[in-house]
Nanobody, 119 residues
Framework: QVQLVESGGGLVQPGGSLRLSCAAS????????MGWYRQAPGKQRELVAI???????NYADSLKGRFTISRANVKNTVYLQMNSLKPEDTAVYYC?????????????WGQGTQVTVSS
């Protein structure tokens, strides 16, 4: 099986920065997309950013320029650099990954890491 474990969340003041990490382990042939989603209380889970195996990226428009996603394929790890954080960024951030195995795409989710932006 594949497991994703996030780290790096915590409490930060508005305008501050955090870097989230997600490490994938298990039965990995080749990860395609890896990325980050977030979910605030009472709201739907939403895309933050994704990155493909070819390093193409997609960001939520409202986050472009503040957040940067990157990956280290040899370590099956994805990062999210979060700058100029705002209170509305407060959410649980979930790591996402997928790969193609046995004729289908399999999707994986981490347990989430809490990010709280508050003064």
């Amino acid at each position: 099986q594949v497991q994703l474990v996030e780290s790096g969340g915590g409490l930060v003041q508005p305008g501050g920065s955090l870097r989230l990490s997600c490490a994938a382990s298990g039965s990995i042939f080749s990860m395609n997309v890896m990325g980050w989603y977030r979910q605030a209380p009472g709201k739907q889970r939403e895309l933050v950013a994704i990155i493909t195996s070819g390093s193409s990226t997609n960001y939520a428009d409202s986050l472009k320029g503040r957040f940067t996603i990157s990956r280290a394929n040899v370590k099956n790890t994805v990062y999210l650099q979060m700058n100029s954080l705002k209170p509305e960024d407060t959410a649980v951030y979930y790591c996402y990954a997928d790969q193609f195995q046995l004729g289908r795409t399999y999707e994986y989710w981490g347990q989430g890491t809490q990010v709280t932006v508050s003064s």
